[in-house]
């Protein structure tokens, strides 16, 4: 077959920036179906529209989940990205790869699919990009020889992601590469069968700096952090101020709650004070480190806008001992108890960030067994409706 | 249906990351010291024991074939004995231990046309969707805009600095599979016009009350059209979220005319310094101009080059917005404000500016 003309796709040849068109074309010569996607891709460039169909269900026998079905809306013209489906393969913990499981993955994909990839999808996952229905199952056990499995899509448990964590970042305050793992295997049903009404993710950041912007983007966002004092190496602190670092300036005055001092000998902190955002730390990371008493914070409800609007996550357990089995097992009891009041009261496609909009954050937390404490809040309600209850002891009274 | 094939594997779950970690990585696994950044894109870690481990961050695409692929494994096995790994923001990074082959590493990836870059306080990779390249509901390209955005900005990718790390990210539609909504800047697809009904054929292809039910602000009815069980959309109530398109194919939203592209800022987040936060709209509608999106460029050149001349040290673009104040913001970028500004969906009032603090 000829190759396709796409003189619009080109001009995205230039430049310093790596190419996307290049990927496609290093593949074209022996990929029709490349071909065929730059032609339709070029069509999409002219017209300004894009010219896929969703629909039709499409997947692995037994999962709910990892295959988005996609196809051409222009298949007479371009037969050969009819079907141009997507699977989702779970990526190892922190998207650690060696070169030689890289290489089997490159062939597996060379003969089963168009040869392109996203490395990594949005939610984490190493994206299989485009191949027909036909050859679903035979990529998905070819991968699983290789000790790979698919990752989640439509309404369930999404594939996991983590940070770098204990692997190369001292600021790790729990093992985020551990936890992923080993809730991604705990529930595994979950994450292949559709049991929820809608998405839930999980991510794991190792400190408040939030690599895998699990705030913003996931259901339940474990956020590593520390409750004792900053470790502080004052001799390291005069080594950045005979370096020239103005500590007043770039750490002291900065520190969102006034917490530290300089004298030009050393730096203190009144760690009761401290919020641990990690500027100083950041800054500073010869001389400073979180405290040694590490744990994470467990937040709730993040969300992109659809339905009702984007959602950050909000606090739902101020700290969490994580190297503890018995916290991390009361954690999983409360994943139990959420995931049971979202499945009898939630909506079709409702979050779980929205649903605690519907009810009330009240509701839903004596639904999951939790008391309500002030780090909860940024403040208490402003408006004079409270739904008060009667007072069980008064019925006894009568 | 056909029965499963009695050696069929299923429910592994991804593989365990151990098989992957570079022996200095599990020799000083939970116990590094400190890192620093070398020079743009080289990052050293030094654990307790004094060992160091040199990271090279390069760009990626993001969709890349497996011949990169490939190629990433040769580079991976002639310097760092076969590993490496991808950034949440779908760089690639190169795991050495021996100084000496920094550079060496360096030529090689840069020939193969992955700069080497994206550490600190600059510009790192543009988080995306797919686009035009494989989604349905895309009010515009994805890697188009990002390739064209990044060539202008490629020196913050490299040696050129900004107050503060910044964080560009792009989402095809509001679904947002690239969550842009906590981005310094966010570069979003928008729909302007209603969904178009195909009455014909919905009531086969969908479910009606799924769909009626997919509205966030009950726009759509059940409707009676010449005999046809079918839909209607009050234009009133939509907002062009596509959330109905998703859930039913006779929805259809697309329009080569009216869709376009949206600018968000001051969105992050990190929790250092300040509480993470939503970006905002800078720019409501920017017509799609393939190839190269010139006014999208434009437009979010302007935004950084006003926010490196401004903002102070440390300071990030949402963090520089709240100190200068909004109305300043726009007169600074030379950017217009209009109606489109102002929420006008559920608790707007919050937005609303509810003090005399103003600045004149």
Known sequence: ?398 | MAEAPADRITDVGPPHYERFLPPIIKANYGKWKYHEILKPGIMVHVGESGDKLFTVRAASPRLISVDTIRVFADIAEKYCDGHLRFTSRNNVEFLLTEEANIEPLIADITKEGFPVGGTGSGLSNIVHTQGWVHCHSSATDASGIVKSVMDELFPYFQEKRLPAKTRIALACCLNMCGAVHCSDIAILGVHQRPPRIDDKNISKMCEIPTTISSCPTGAIRTADKDGMKTVEVSEDLCMFCANCYTVCPSMQLNDPDTDGISIWVGGKVSNAISEPKFSKLAIPFIPNNPPRWPEVVDAVKNIIEVYAANARKYERIGDWIERIGWPKFFKLTGIEFTRYHIDDFKHAGWTYKRSTHLKF
């Open chain 1, 1 to 398: 077959m000829a190759k396709r003309d796409t003189p619009m796709l080109d001009e995205l040849l230039k430049g310093p920036y790596p190419s996307f068109v290049k990927e496609l074309y290093k593949v074209q010569e022996r990929k029709p179906m490349v071909q065929d996607l730059l032609g339709q891709l070029e069509d999409s460039y002219e017209e300004r529209i894009g010219h896929w169909k969703h629909g039709g269900i499409v997947g692995v026998m037994g999962y709910g989940g990892g295959v988005i079905g996609r196809y051409s809306d222009l298949q007479d013209k371009y037969p050969n990205v009819a079907h141009f489906h997507t699977m989702r393969v779970n990526q190892p913990a922190a998207w650690f790869y060696t070169s030689d499981i890289l290489r089997k993955i490159a062939d597996i994909w060379e003969k089963h699919g168009s040869g392109l990839t996203n490395m990594h999808g949005s939610t984490g996952d190493m994206v299989l990009l485009g191949t027909t229905t036909d050859e679903l199952e035979p990529t998905f056990q070819a991968l699983a020889k290789e000790g790979f499995d698919l990752g989640g899509s439509g309404s369930v448990l999404r594939t996991p992601s983590c940070c770098v964590g204990p692997a190369r970042c001292e600021w790790a305050c729990y093992d985020t590469l551990k936890l992923c793992y080993d809730f991604t295997q705990e529930y595994q049903d979950e994450l292949h069968r559709p049991f929820f009404p809608y998405k839930f993710k999980f991510k794991f950041s190792g400190c408040p700096n939030d690599c895998v912007a699990s705030i913003a983007r996931s259901d339940m966002s474990i956020i590593g952090t520390w409750k004792d004092d900053i470790q502080i190496d004052q001799a390291a602190v005069a080594e950045y101020a005979k370096a020239g670092m103005d500590i007043q300036a770039d750490v002291i005055d900065i520190c969102p709650s006034k917490c530290m001092k300089y004298d030009g000998e050393g730096i203190e902190v009144d760690n009761h004070e401290c919020v641990h955002c990690m500027h100083c730390i950041n800054v500073m990371p010869k001389a400073l480190a979180p405290g040694k008493e590490r744990g994470a914070t467990i937040l709730l409800g993040a969300k992109a806008p659809i339905m009702d609007g984007a959602l950050l996550a909000s606090v739902l357990v101020p700290f969490i001992d994580l190297n503890d089995p018995d916290e991390v097992e009361d954690l999983h009891e409360l994943i139990g108890n959420i995931w049971d009041f979202w499945g009898e009261h939630g909506k079709n496609r409702e979050r779980i960030g929205e649903l605690i909009q519907r009810v009330g954050m009240s509701t839903f937390l004596e639904a999951i067994g939790l008391e309500p404490e002030p780090e909860m809040i940024s403040a208490p309600r402003d408006n004079p409706y409270i739904f008060f209850k009667e007072e069980e002891d008064e019925e006894e009274e009568e």
